[in-house]
């Protein structure tokens, strides 16, 4: 998830749900923001391939959103500028029925993946094996590479913290970046446990996670 490296005045945007229309740029948001992520980098080592193959990935993912989970995005007039994907507990991992639904969509991302299929479906168990089932999960978020920086990050993420409160629950998140530990900290999150490697020298999964509260 991308990491946002100071304060500044709120933006101008708006922050609204995700809905079905904002489903293709929201991908290409999330995957241009998240093309250099550590692991993503391992995951899906050809530059010139990555975003292409992260967008795929990242429709599905919003799509399922939209259906079963809560997302946000930031629009600045008719632009998205930002992303953010949430499931309510209970909410995530997709069931076989959803996976199903997917289908298409599937095939898509294993025809641009390819010999990465394994380690993307490796990657995905031991991601969603990890997430507590009485939390909220924050699965992505992501800011136009020319917009990070600017509060948009901390714009969604504060709209999609408060619904959590609203619930009186706890959230989790992971991220491969050590550098957004500290970021996710001024939030409330605090490392859950050891990270995990990925690969033996890294990079590593930095879970967290942000004790229930009120609002």
């Excluded at 997302?71 to 997709?94: E, K, R």
């Amino acid at each position: 998830m991308a990491a946002e490296q100071r304060r500044m005045a709120p933006p101008p945007d708006v922050v609204i749900p995700l809905a079905k229309q904002h489903v293709p740029a929201a991908a290409r948001v999330v995957a241009t923001a998240l093309a250099n992520d550590p692991g993503y980098r391992l995951l899906l080592p050809d530059d010139a391939r990555r975003v292409a193959e992260l967008t795929a990935l990242y429709r599905m993912t919003l799509a399922d959103t939209v259906a079963h989970g809560r997302g946000l995005v930031t629009m600045l007039g008719p632009v998205v500028t930002g992303a953010l994907a949430t499931y309510p507990p209970g909410a995530y991992p997709m069931t076989p029925a959803r996976w199903a639904r997917s289908g298409a969509r599937l095939a898509g991302i294993a025809g641009l993946v390819r010999a990465q299929s394994v380690a993307l479906i490796r990657f995905g168990r031991l991601v969603a094996s990890a997430v507590p089932r009485d939390s909220w999960y924050f699965q992505a978020l992501g800011i136009r590479p020319d917009l990070q920086g600017t509060g948009r990050g901390t714009t969604l993420l504060r709209s999609a913290l408060a619904l959590v409160d609203a619930a009186g629950a706890s959230s989790y998140l992971e991220t491969n970046a050590p550098e957004n530990v500290a970021y996710y900290e001024r939030f409330g999150y605090a490392s859950l446990r050891e990270p995990v490697a990925l690969a033996p020298d890294g990079p590593w999964i930095h879970a967290m996670l942000r004790p229930a509260r009120r609002s």
